[in-house]
Structure formats: structure tokens, C-alpha cells
């Protein structure tokens, strides 16, 4: 099975999952998303295809959230400010062919291998 980690390897959760995914032998792809940010269309579809809203793939306690003033802020505006601030993204996103993850909790991804 293919997988795809949207990755931080310095979040527990993140590394979590991608250890989850290794267990279950999957053929894993890593994306360090602070490096490699996904753009717009790439955020909207991982975030739409994991059934959550944009407000909810938001890290709210990065001090990015707090200076943009975005507690109030429209989806398009937040999407902007997470491809601008990649520190924003809630993580990880795991993607298989059965579906689309947040994995928190890490079992999440259970659904989906």
C-alpha cells in the first residue's frame, strides 16, 4: 500500500503516524511540509478530503495565529495564511487510496490502511 505523511518530524504526533504507517508496511512517501508547502488547491483538498473544515485544520496556539489576528478570519483567508505560514497547518495529513486523515489521534489513520 502507497501512503503519504504530511510531515513535521519534530511533533510527536507526526512521527507517531509515520511509524504507524511503517508497521503496517506501507510504502511510505514523506513531505516535509514546512519545506515543501503544499499550495492553496493542495491544502483545500487534503483538508476537504479528511471531512474537516478549514477552521479545524488550524493550529491555533502558533503565535502566527495570535499576530494575523485570524480568530475571526474567513477560510479563503486562512487558507492563505497557511500556505504563508506553513507552522499553521494542523498535522499530520495522511493520504492512502482509502481515504484522507488527520491523524490525531494517531489511530485515525487506522481507518485508512
Partial sequence: MDATIYHNPRCTKSRQALTRLE?????????????DVPTKAQLKKLIRDAGL???????????????LGLADASDYALLDAMVAHPRLIQR????????????RPTEAVDEIL
Fill in 53 to 67: 473544515t478549514v477552521r479545524e485544520a488550524v493550529r491555533t496556539g502558533e503565535a502566527e495565529y495570535k499576530d
Fill in 92 to 103: 499530520p495529513f495522511v493520504v492512502t487510496a482509502k481515504g484522507t486523515r488527520m491523524a
Fill in 23 to 35: 508497521e503496517a508496511g506501507a510504502n511510505v512517501t514523506v513531505v516535509r511540509y514546512l519545506d
